[in-house]
């Protein structure tokens, strides 16, 4: 268990620039969401898959936004024509998706984004 | 829709002191609740959750939470704090059949020796 992973740490672009990032989950573990965290504030829910599925998307989640977990394992989250108000650390958790009443997420460090 | 307020940004105590951490829900059904933790440079971690049962909840690194329903809190203590304790907290909500964790604004605990 070497934990959830997230590439790159750190991403500085210009506005209107497209961004990609990478999540690697724990193995084994079929949820896999990501937040948004602007600063000084908690994580915001943006959207979740249950393996390769999404199950659920945020409001948040703009038409410039899209997540993909094409093989039920790394997903990637893209945003297109980057805007300023899109600097923010986005985080990454998974889960293991089993029974049981509620699902520990385990996060990763998260990829700050920095819009110019 | 449910919400989580923190109700101090910033909590500054002495080392060796106890700290409170205040933690207010909002929600029309039944609530799961948790408190995360985040150190500098680093990804949240779990500190405790309430799932159901005992309304005590003791967690890792001496903490603990108390579940008041009538409050609708979930109040983070700790007897006696230590500088490697300074970070910020969150407190967050699900809801049963929900995946999805909804967040406070995070309370920073800064240590002072």
């Known amino acids: 268990d070497t934990g959830v992973s997230q590439n790159p740490r750190h991403k500085i672009t210009k506005r209107g620039q497209n961004v990609t990032f990478r999540c690697d989950p724990i193995?084994?573990?079929?949820?896999l969401y990501w937040y948004r965290q602007t600063l000084g504030q908690g994580p915001e829910f943006l959207t979740y898959f249950q393996n390769e599925a999404q199950l659920e998307k945020s409001r948040l989640l703009s038409d410039r936004f899209s997540a993909e977990r094409p093989k039920g394992s790394f997903s990637t989250l893209e945003i297109q024509r980057t805007e300023q108000g899109d600097s923010a650390m986005y985080l990454c958790?998974?889960?293991?998706?089993?029974?049981?009443?509620?699902?520990?997420?385990?996060f990763g460090p998260g990829t700050r984004l920095t819009v110019l | 829709a449910q919400s989580v307020t923190q109700l101090d940004s910033q909590v500054p105590v002495f080392e060796e002191a106890p700290v409170e951490l205040r933690c207010n829900y909002s929600?029309?059904?039944?609530?799961?609740l948790f408190w995360y933790v985040q150190y500098p440079n680093q990804g949240l971690q779990l500190l405790l959750k309430?799932?159901?049962?005992?309304?005590l909840v003791k967690g890792i690194n001496g903490f603990e939470a108390e579940f008041n329903k009538s409050q609708t809190s979930f109040h983070l203590r700790k007897p006696s704090v230590h500088i490697s304790d300074t970070a910020e907290y969150f407190c967050a909500v699900s809801v049963q059949g929900a995946q999805k964790l909804v967040f406070g604004q995070g309370t920073r605990l800064t240590i002072n020796p």
């Open positions: 309430y799932l159901s049962g005992s309304t």
């Open positions: 929600s029309s059904v039944s609530v799961y």
């Open positions: 958790a998974s889960s293991r998706g089993g029974g049981g009443a509620v699902d520990e997420q385990f």
């Open positions: 193995s084994e573990h079929n949820r």
